[in-house]
T-cell receptor, first 112, second 115 residues
Framework: EAGVTQSPTHLIKTRGQQVTLRCSPI?????VYWYQQALGLGLQFLLWYDEGEERNRGNFPPRFSGRQFPNYSSELNVNALELEDSALYLC???????????FGDGTRLSIL | AQSVTQPDIHITVSEGASLELRCNYS??????LFWYVQSPGQGLQLLLK??????LVQGIKGFEAEFKRSQSSFNLRKPSVHWSDAAEYFC?????????????FGGGTRLMVKP
């Protein structure tokens, strides 16, 4: 069974640019979660999508947004990139509410 | 609000020695509890989970954890550490209700294994 897949693995952007990260969940999983792992800040919850709808959002500005497609894959968009957005962005999926979340290997975003 | 504390930032053990990683949580009710492991450059791998029932849970790679409600703890143990266990370990708590479904993580414990 294929795990959670994320693309790209690495990205380098400059301040003010926009970026899109992609995530494909485990087959059969309907929920997708996004987390940010920044140096010194730990793992922080960003967004939760389920059945195509945004269900919950962490304490991040509106320039962090995303969507979930009918096939349950998801995109995370970050506009007006800032230096502090440099981080590993992790996507996870689960088969439903309160089920274990399984993580992909992440996208490492570097802002110059 | 829920929170998780992992008191030890770094731990070094000798190969073959036993291991215990500490995790304390703050939550209003019985939470869902998880341990994940992250190797360098990789994502998080689920080691084990506690939802309810038996307070001693077994996971993959020979790990186990014990839920102690009175101490608000969920410590991870392994009887004999292997060099391949060197990684960063995260304890996480999830809400046992319909209020958001996100995980709150501890700061992590980096495990180093001496030969």
């Amino acid at each position: 069974e294929a795990g959670v897949t994320q693309s790209p693995t690495h990205l380098i952007k400059t301040r003010g640019q926009q970026v899109t990260l992609r995530c494909s969940p485990i087959s059969g999983h309907t929920s997708v979660y996004w987390y940010q792992q920044a140096l010194g800040l730990g793992l922080q919850f960003l967004l939760w999508y389920d059945e195509g709808e945004e269900r919950n959002r962490g304490n991040f500005p509106p320039r962090f947004s995303g969507r979930q497609f009918p096939n349950y894959s998801s995109e995370l968009n970050v506009n007006a990139l800032e230096l502090e957005d440099s981080a590993l962005y992790l996507c996870a999926s689960s088969s439903g509410l309160n089920q274990p979340q399984h993580f992909g290997d992440g996208t490492r975003l570097s802002i110059l | 609000a829920q929170s998780v504390t992992q008191p030890d930032i770094h731990i070094t053990v000798s190969e073959g020695a036993s291991l215990e990683l500490r995790c304390n949580y703050s939550y209003g009710a019985t939470p869902y509890l998880f341990w994940y492991v992250q190797s360098p450059g990789q994502g998080l791998q689920l080691l084990l989970k506690y939802f309810s029932g038996d307070t001693l849970v077994q996971g993959i790679k020979g790990f186990e954890a014990e839920f102690k409600r009175s101490q608000s703890s969920f410590n991870l143990r392994k009887p004999s550490v292997h060099w391949s266990d060197a990684a960063e370990y995260f304890c996480a708590v999830g809400p046992n209700n319909n209020a958001g479904n996100m995980l709150t993580f501890g700061g992590g414990t980096r495990l180093m294994v001496k030969p």
